[in-house]
């Protein structure tokens, strides 16, 4: 039996998603004891700019997966400033191919010269405690429940466009981190917390799900369903 807390599945958001919306903060954001991997031995092959590999990390067996969120921070010649953010496209081994957020693979400046790179530093901290909790309220407030039997229009399943969920999901989990990061007076966490209260009240009032591969196998359901009467 597993010592793991239950969790919810599926869920409506990703760490890609989150650093859309993060960031450079994302890295401020992502707490170094949910770190995937990390390591300073980082290479990019000649001729493979996509793909980061490693001799002292096994990606795969770490858990490392796709729309996990990679920061590359040196050699300072190719990343510079706060370094660069890349999402994980696909794991295997040792081995993690890259590109950008939001982008198909092999879209945009790739991050290494097609002549290799070495010494590339690599953390991959992720948010998915955060996202799946973040996810589970959200069933809970739309009556959402993925044990139900298939044809009862209540699973994730059979929502015909997740992606009315995936705005909410992301800014519960930033209004919680930024929340729990704004500690002091300094810096700009404060005004953040009250935007993305705002963001995730916004989002979370235009909600509307509706069922089926059409979208029109029940009644549409958002928060505000219910009629009052007298």
Same mark, same amino acid.
């Given at each position: 039996?597993?010592?793991? @807390?239950?969790?919810?599945?599926?869920?409506?958001?990703?760490?890609?998603?989150?650093?859309?919306?993060? %960031?450079?903060?994302?890295?401020?954001?992502?707490?170094? +004891?949910?770190?995937?991997?990390?390591?300073?031995?980082?290479?990019?092959? =000649?001729?493979?700019? +996509?793909?980061?590999?490693?001799?002292?990390?096994?990606?795969?067996?770490?858990?490392?997966?796709?729309?996990?969120?990679? $920061?590359?921070?040196? =050699? !300072?010649?190719?990343?510079?400033?706060? %370094?660069?953010?890349?999402?994980?496209?696909?794991?295997?081994?040792?081995?993690?191919?890259?590109?950008? =957020?939001?982008?198909?693979?092999?879209?945009?400046?790739?991050?290494?010269?097609?002549?290799?790179?070495? %010494?590339?530093?690599?953390?991959?901290?992720?948010?998915? @405690?955060?996202?799946?909790?973040?996810?589970? *309220?959200? !069933?809970?407030?739309?009556?959402?429940?993925?044990?139900?039997?298939? %044809?009862?229009? &209540?699973?994730?399943? $059979?929502?015909?466009?997740?992606?009315?969920?995936?705005?909410?999901?992301?800014?519960?989990?930033?209004? *919680? &981190?930024?929340?729990?990061?704004?500690?002091?007076?300094?810096?700009?966490?404060?005004? !953040?917390?009250? &935007?993305? &209260?705002?963001?995730?009240?916004?989002?979370?009032?235009?909600?509307?799900?509706? $069922?089926?591969?059409?979208?029109?196998?029940?009644? @549409?359901?958002?928060?505000?369903?219910?009629?009052?009467?007298?």
């Amino acid at each position: 039996m597993s010592s793991v @807390p239950s969790q919810t599945s599926p869920t409506y958001a990703s760490d890609e998603d989150i650093l859309v919306h993060a %960031g450079g903060d994302f890295a401020s954001l992502t707490p170094s +004891w949910q770190q995937m991997a990390a390591g300073s031995d980082g290479v990019f092959a =000649p001729g493979s700019p +996509w793909v980061l590999t490693s001799v002292s990390v096994g990606f795969q067996a770490n858990g490392v997966s796709p729309n996990q969120v990679v $920061w590359l921070t040196a =050699p !300072k010649s190719q990343f510079p400033g706060g %370094g660069v953010f890349l999402a994980v496209d696909s794991v295997s081994g040792n081995s993690v191919t890259l590109r950008r =957020p939001y982008k198909p693979l092999n879209v945009g400046m790739p991050p290494a010269p097609a002549a290799g790179l070495t %010494g590339v530093t690599f953390t991959i901290n992720t948010l998915d @405690p955060q996202i799946e909790e973040a996810s589970y *309220e959200l !069933k809970q407030r739309f009556a959402i429940d993925d044990s139900t039997v298939a %044809g009862l229009f &209540r699973s994730s399943s $059979w929502i015909y466009d997740l992606q009315v969920l995936r705005v909410a999901t992301v800014y519960s989990v930033l209004l *919680e &981190r930024y929340t729990q990061e704004s500690r002091t007076a300094s810096g700009d966490f404060d005004r !953040k917390v009250t &935007r993305c &209260r705002q963001r995730y009240d916004d989002a979370v009032s235009r909600i509307q799900l509706r $069922w089926g591969a059409y979208g029109n196998s029940a009644e @549409p359901t958002a928060i505000f369903s219910t009629r009052l009467s007298r």
